[in-house]
Structure formats: C-alpha cells, structure tokens
C-alpha cells in the first residue's frame, strides 16, 4: 500500500519508532483502535475553542449551554467505561473553556483571519501531501506578520528554536503555500496552553534560514513513510528487548498511544 498524506504526529511517531508507526497504521486503519479520555476531551475543547474564536460563544452561560448539548458522554461511556474518569474530563474541559471564554486570546492589533483551518499542500517532488489544522490564524496588518496559535492541553515542551520540532516545519510550509492570501513578511508561532490555570503563551519567530536547513531531513523521512513494511515478526529497531516504550503502548492499548490515535492515512 502507498500512502500519500502525512500529519506532524505521524512524522512525530515514525520518527520516535518505525514499528510504532506500523502498527499504529495497521491499528487505526482496520477501526480496532480505541481511543483514551484524554483524546476525547482535548477533540471536544478544541472544537468550542474554535466556536469561542468565531465568536459563536462569548458569555459563560453560551459556553455552559454548548457543553450540555454537545459534551460526548456516550462516547466516553463506550471508550472508556469508567465514570469517575468522565467526570474529571468534564470538569477538566469546563474549567478550561469557562476561563479561556472570559479571556480569549487576542493581543493588540491582530485580526482573526481563521478558526479551526485545515490545511494541505502537496510536496511534488517526493509526492505526497502533508496536512494539519491551524487551530488560530491572526493578521497584524501594521506589521505584516501572521501568527499561527496552537493550543495545547498538556504542558508544553521545551523549544530550540535551532531544532524546529516537525509540526513546525509541517505548519511553516503549509504557512508558505497560504502566502497568495495572506502575504505577510513575518510569521510567528504562538503555543498557547489552555487549562484551569493561568499560563503564558510562548511565541517562537519562524525564520527561513532555519526552515530550509531542516527541510530536507524531513523530506527523507516522508519519502521513508510512503510504503506499508509487515511489522508482524519484526522487533523493535529501538530496543534489544524487542518493544520500546512506543510500540509496547500501542499492543497494550496504553495512554501513551493517544498520540497516534489522530493519523489520517491514505491509500
């Protein structure tokens, strides 16, 4: 089998541990994986954020409405079975978005240009696609700079911005192909943690120099990603014990394999 689209988590996950990668593409695609709490909950905050940006819900009462028509509690029931572990989820959601509707991120000048866009762009010459979701794209007219808001549920990692994370070089060039609509001369990416407490966002400039110096490895690596390998008798390139932490997740059916519960894959 071919595969022709690529998102930053399943770069993230071959790059981590290939066999992972096969089995997580194996898993996702014959519908036999189940997700986690955590993956149902960070989907749902992300789509009332996203509401909250359009400026469909702007009061407390707005947001308290939305959760009780729309929170998925069925799914969590059949996901996870565990009632205790729904309820924290709600309270966890309901806190967040409670907070974040009262001060919604919007510094001085910007304009919101898109919610919630999903993006793709081709990669000719290695033929493939890659995609991701801009959760929040501003416009600063005064200084032609456009900023790409990723909003995080966990704590956020540690950034070098000499060593640009895959999702980054993923959304810079997704970012340069949405040049002819908006052509800025500055972009910036905005990590922005949403949660019951108050955090700062990190802005990062996203510098061409940098992208270009990278770019190639990534490229490799996607050219790598294209054909499907049988992982049924192979062990782990990671480990001498035969499983990693990575692919020993995804057989146990672990927290740990949220990540890659999100691959979009093609054929």
Not at 3 to 15: N, V, Y
Not at 22 to 29: G, M, N, P, V
Not at 186 to 198: A, H, I, Y
Not at 240 to 254: E, N, P, R, V, W
Request: net charge positive; with cysteine; aromatic share 10%.
């Amino acid at each position: 089998m071919h595969r022709t689209l690529f998102t930053p988590s399943m770069i993230e996950t071959f790059r981590s541990c290939k066999r992972a990668y096969e089995l997580a593409f194996l898993k996702y695609t014959n519908g036999g994986g189940k997700t986690t709490a955590s993956v149902i909950c960070k989907k749902f905050v992300l789509r009332a954020l996203a509401e909250i940006n359009r400026n469909r819900l702007t009061t407390v009462n707005q947001v308290q409405k939305y959760m009780g028509q729309n929170w998925p509690v069925e799914k969590l029931n059949e996901q996870i079975g565990e009632k205790e572990v729904g309820i924290r989820a709600f309270l966890f959601a309901y806190k967040s978005l409670l907070k974040y509707v009262t001060v919604p991120y919007r510094p001085r000048g910007a304009e919101v240009m898109a919610v919630a866009l999903k993006a793709r762009a081709r990669i000719a010459h290695v033929r493939v696609y890659v995609e991701d979701t801009l959760d929040l794209v501003l416009w600063y007219p005064q200084e032609r700079r456009l900023e790409i808001v990723d909003f995080q549920l966990q704590p956020l990692k540690p950034f070098n911005p000499a060593w640009p994370s895959e999702s980054l070089l993923v959304k810079y060039y997704l970012a340069e192909r949405l040049k002819t609509r908006w052509p800025f001369e500055k972009l910036s990416l905005t990590q922005f943690r949403v949660g019951t407490q108050d955090f700062q966002p990190v802005t990062v400039n996203l510098e061409e120099s940098i992208f270009r110096l990278h770019w190639n490895e990534l490229i490799a690596t996607l050219d790598s990603m294209k054909e499907t390998k049988s992982v049924s008798s192979e062990s782990c390139p990671n480990n001498a014990k035969g499983t990693c932490s990575h692919c020993q997740s995804l057989i146990a059916g672990g927290e740990s394999a949220a990540k890659v519960a999100s691959f979009r894959l093609s054929a």
